[in-house]
């Protein structure tokens, strides 16, 4: 049993520590897991855990719920790091796990981000969950699908843990201001929309929300009474600038970068900025947005407003050249003018066509009368017999077949009604009925 020293008095411990709920009662949020008669509560309640993994944005209670199974099913619990941990730290650890388990005791190894794992790391817990050695319980902010070892995803269950809501916050910083744990025997005096305000800056976060709530009241005004009065100005003090949520090489990277191209091709201007500034503001490269857009002006815009292409390349240019925060201006022309233009996904359409047939039938001879004759013997084998040279021509334009036989007749390109593809739509259709007509 590991002996106590003066660090470990709980009155020193951070609010957040101090407040770490021990039951599910006291556990706040992720109601469509643990509400009555749900799936993760039922299996707690009926002591049927097995391994899982816990994935949710950070302060959601990943660690404190895998301590609370630990307690309601009375199992050992190790708490493990997947950032100061290796191979040597693993089998220690199974070592302790197989010994509880030769005395009837289950051991839940709670492993907290577990993405940081690699493949032989993750790999080497497979034995001993499949012997029952140990339920493993993983914490990601990651997406398990991209993050885990599929052969180690296969044996747990996914639970998806959400952001808390500012109501759940409140419960929480309410909590705080009340339970002797907190600041339960001081008299703090706040005014009545601080709650509200340090909930919404926490942004889901309930460890956020009161380390936040911790930095407010010991910041306060004391009084002569020692009472604690927190002020407008300290409050807005330790708020400071709100921290954006966001990964740069994690899912909500993906998310976001989703949600402009859908806002874009929706012709939604400002949602399109939105999510633009939340990129950008939030430390993104503005030349993978740029990227991005270069792809939405052919995939989204194409043939209906060529110019679509010019303006995304010349932003592209212009994040080159500049950089942040300069060319934010630019970026925002550039988006503004996808989400306003006129909408045609024809020249994706057209390749994926294509692409079907071409996979399908890659080694389709090119026809001899578009084949190049550079030497005497191609010449001989009637390379480029037949082929008919458009310019000598008063239409510009000949009959002369150009797909394989065995696609004679497929079209690829349909385009739309939108924008100038109208008149491309004109253009293709005359050009059909002469060779019809030829």
């Known amino acids: 049993m590991?002996?106590?020293?003066?660090?470990?008095?709980?009155?020193?411990?951070?609010?957040?520590?101090?407040?770490?709920?021990?039951?599910?009662?006291?556990?706040?949020?992720?109601?469509?897991?643990?509400?009555?008669?749900?799936?993760l509560r039922r299996l707690i309640e009926s002591d049927q855990v097995s391994s899982m993994i816990f994935w949710g944005p950070p302060g959601v209670g990943k660690t404190t719920l895998a301590r609370i199974i630990a307690a309601r099913t009375k199992s050992a619990f190790i708490d493990f790091s997947a950032v100061t941990s290796g191979i040597k730290e693993i089998r220690k650890v199974m070592e302790v796990a197989e010994e509880n388990r030769r005395f009837g005791e289950r051991t839940i190894l709670f492993v907290d981000?577990?993405?940081?794992?690699?493949?032989?790391?993750?790999?080497?817990?497979?034995?001993?969950?499949?012997?029952?050695?140990?339920?493993?319980?993983?914490?990601?902010?990651?997406?398990?699908?991209?993050?885990?070892?599929?052969?180690?995803?296969?044996?747990?269950?996914?639970?998806?843990?959400?952001?808390?809501?500012?109501?759940d916050l409140k419960v929480l910083l309410q909590r705080a201001l009340e339970d002797e744990r907190g600041f339960g025997n001081m008299e703090v005096r706040y005014e009545p929309d601080m709650l509200d305000l340090i909930a919404n800056f926490a942004n889901g976060d309930a460890r956020s929300a009161l380390s936040t709530l911790e930095m407010v009241v010991l910041n306060g005004d004391v009084g002569n009474d020692g009472s604690i009065t927190v002020t407008r100005e300290t409050l807005e003090q330790c708020i400071g600038k709100k921290s954006l949520l966001y990964d740069k090489n994690g899912e909500e990277h993906y998310n976001l970068i989703s949600a402009l191209h859908k806002s874009m091709r929706n012709s939604d201007p400002d949602a399109a900025v939105y999510w633009l500034a939340r990129m950008l503001e939030a430390g993104e490269n503005p030349l993978y947005v740029a990227r991005r857009v270069v792809r939405f002006a052919s995939e989204d815009v194409g043939l209906a407003d060529s110019r679509a292409l010019e303006i995304a390349v010349a932003a592209y240019q212009a994040c080159h050249f500049l950089g942040m925060p300069e060319c934010n201006v630019h970026l925002t022309h550039a988006v503004i003018y996808m989400a306003m233009a006129p909408?045609?996904?024809?020249?994706?359409?057209?390749?994926?066509?294509?692409?079907?047939?071409?996979?399908?039938?890659?080694?389709?001879?090119?026809?001899?009368?578009?084949?190049?004759?550079?030497?005497?013997?191609?010449?001989?084998?009637?390379?480029?017999?037949?082929?008919?040279?458009?310019?000598?021509?008063?239409?510009?334009?000949?009959?002369?077949?150009?797909?394989?036989?065995?696609?004679?007749?497929?079209?690829?390109?349909?385009?739309?009604?939108?924008?100038?593809?109208?008149?491309?739509?004109?253009?293709?259709?005359?050009?059909?009925?002469?060779?019809?007509?030829?």
Not at 159 to 164: C, G, H, N, R
Not at 396 to 401: A, D, K, L, P, V
């Open 113 to 167: 981000e577990i993405h940081r794992f690699n493949k032989a790391q993750q790999d080497a817990f497979l034995p001993f969950v499949e012997k029952g050695s140990i339920i493993l319980i993983g914490a990601t902010t990651e997406n398990p699908s991209f993050e885990i070892n599929s052969a180690l995803l296969s044996r747990c269950q996914v639970f998806v843990l959400q952001a808390l809501t500012a109501d």
């Open 343 to 438: 909408k045609s996904n024809a020249m994706e359409t057209a390749y994926l066509a294509a692409r079907k047939d071409a996979l399908a039938q890659l080694a389709e001879p090119v026809p001899l009368n578009i084949r190049n004759a550079p030497t005497r013997l191609m010449k001989d084998l009637d390379y480029g017999k037949g082929y008919q040279y458009a310019h000598d021509f008063e239409e510009h334009i000949t009959s002369m077949q150009c797909l394989p036989d065995s696609l004679l007749g497929r079209e690829y390109y349909q385009p739309s009604d939108q924008g100038l593809e109208a008149k491309y739509k004109a253009r293709l259709e005359q050009i059909k009925k002469w060779k019809a007509e030829h």
């Open 2 to 39: 590991e002996q106590l020293t003066i660090f470990d008095n709980p009155v020193s411990q951070p609010l957040a520590a101090r407040l770490r709920p021990d039951t599910l009662e006291e556990f706040a949020g992720q109601q469509h897991l643990l509400g009555e008669g749900k799936l």
